[in-house]
């Protein structure tokens, strides 16, 4: 590790504007959390303005994720940037259920298709599956999931 960069107890690098906000967040902690709101109700309409979709289908999730969102705000000691990565990380998923949750209305059919001989990848993180994933795609008789899938 490099001595003139600051790194947190778990080695990870941290640049200098990242600890400045972090620093000031931490002075300031009832400002910036409301910047950066980690409850289901804002998130759900923060995701429902970014699609313009409303509906969320089945109600089931909600209990695990008001579970998730409570035991992040109690217990998950996050600085300002890690509520707000972890927020945009949340905003994704439920994006992509709303997204999800529509196609499905759209095209019912697609709960009636049968997955003949369905390809999995796996792999480490950087081994390249992304590259596997879009070389597959490229097949005209395979069909690659879009992301949000």
């Known amino acids: 590790m490099n001595p003139r960069r600051h790194y947190t107890n778990d080695g990870v690098y941290t640049p200098m504007p990242v600890r400045l906000v972090n620093s000031l967040a931490r002075k300031a902690k009832p400002v910036f959390d409301r910047l950066v709101l980690l409850n289901s109700e804002n998130l759900k309409a923060a995701a429902a303005r970014q699609t313009g979709l409303r509906d969320w289908g089945d109600a089931r999730f909600e209990e695990?994720?008001?579970?998730?969102?409570?035991?992040?705000?109690?217990e998950g000691k996050l600085t300002f940037f890690g509520r707000f990565a972890f927020r945009q990380f949340l905003m994704g998923n439920l994006a992509s259920r709303l997204r999800t949750i529509e196609v499905l209305k759209r095209f019912p059919e697609i709960q009636e298709q049968k997955i003949q001989k369905p390809?999995?990848?796996?792999?480490?993180?950087?081994?390249?599956?992304?590259h596997l994933h879009n070389l597959l795609a490229l097949h005209p008789d395979l069909r690659a999931p879009h992301f949000w899938e």
């Open 64 to 74: 695990a994720l008001d579970a998730l969102l409570q035991s992040v705000n109690r």
């Open 119 to 130: 390809i999995f990848i796996t792999g480490w993180y950087r081994s390249g599956t992304t």
